[in-house]
C-alpha cells in the first residue's frame, strides 16, 4: 500500500532538545539500524506515520523508506507512544536484506468465530500474533486460524496450524514442549450459588 511508503530526511541534529523541536514541528524522530550497516537517524512526517500506523500491516509487513530519495526496506521494530496525547514519540526500523530470513511478529485472525458461540462455549485467546521467520518476501500479512468444530475443552495450538509456505514458527523451532496453545473453547462460567438464591429472592418478592 502507497501508505507504506514513506518519505524520511536524514537528521543531523540529535539530542532531546532536538526531538523535541523536530515534534514542534510535526515530525517524528526515528532510527534506521541492522543489515551490518551504522545506524541512520532520520525523520518522518508525523500526519503521514500517524495514518499508516493505524493499518495493522503496518507493524508487521515490509515497509519502503525513501531516505533522500534512495528507497530502503524496513520492518517496524519499536514504536514509542506519548503517554496520552495522539502522538508518535519515535519508531526504530530494522533494514531487512531480500535474501536472509527475518523474524516478525504476525497477528492472527480468526475465523468462524460466530459458530463456536453458538454451542455455549466461549474462546479463550491465549495468542494474538505468532512469531514467524521468513525471507521478506514470504512475510504473510496476517495467518488465519479456523476455530469452526472447535468444542469445549478443545485447545488448538501452534502445531495445528499451517503457516504459508516458507513460513516457519520460532517457537515450534524450539521443540515439541514449545508447542503452545493458541485458542482454546471453555464452558461458560456458572452462576455462584449467591448469585443464584438472590435472584430467588428478588423473583419471591415480585410475586
Known amino acids: 500500500m502507497d501508505i507504506f511508503a514513506l518519505e524520511a530526511e536524514v ?27 551504522e545506524p541512520l537517524s532520520i525523520t518522518l512526517a508525523h500526519n503521514k ?16 523508506l525513501t ?10 521494530k519499536d514504536m514509542q507512544r506519548h503517554p496520552y496525547k495522539e502522538l508518535i514519540m ?12 527475518i523474524h516478525q511478529h504476525v497477528p ?3 475465523i468462524n468465530e460466530e459458530s463456536v458461540a453458538k454451542t455455549g462455549a466461549i474462546l479463550a485467546h491465549a495468542m494474538t500474533d505468532i512469531e514467524v521467520e521468513c525471507l521478506p518476501a ?40 514449545h508447542d503452545q496453545a493458541v485458542v482454546t473453547a471453555t464452558a461458560p462460567k456458572a452462576a455462584s450459588s449467591t448469585e443464584s438464591d438472590a435472584e430467588g429472592e428478588e423473583e419471591a418478592t415480585e410475586e
Open 11 to 37: 537528521r543531523t541534529d540529535l539530542g532531546k532538545g532536538a526531538s523535541r523541536r523536530l515534534r514542534h514541528a510535526n515530525k517524528v524522530p526515528a532510527i534506521i539500524y541492522g543489515a551490518g550497516q
Open 108 to 110: 492472527i485472525h480468526f
Open 90 to 101: 519515535h519508531l526504530d526500523f530494522l533494514r531487512v536484506d531480500a535474501k536472509k530470513a
Open 49 to 64: 506515520v500517524f495514518r499508516a500506523q493505524e493499518e495493522e500491516a503496518f507493524y508487521s509487513q515490509v515497509l519502503t
Open 138 to 177: 514470504d512475510l504473510p500479512e496476517f495467518i488465519e486460524v479456523d476455530v469452526a468444530g472447535l468444542e469445549v475443552g478443545n485447545t488448538i495450538h501452534l502445531s495445528d496450524i499451517a503457516l504459508p509456505k516458507g513460513v516457519t514458527s520460532v517457537e515450534l523451532a524450539k521443540g515439541e514442549d
Open 67 to 76: 531516505v533522500d530519495g534512495k528507497p530502503v526496506d524496513v520492518v517496524l
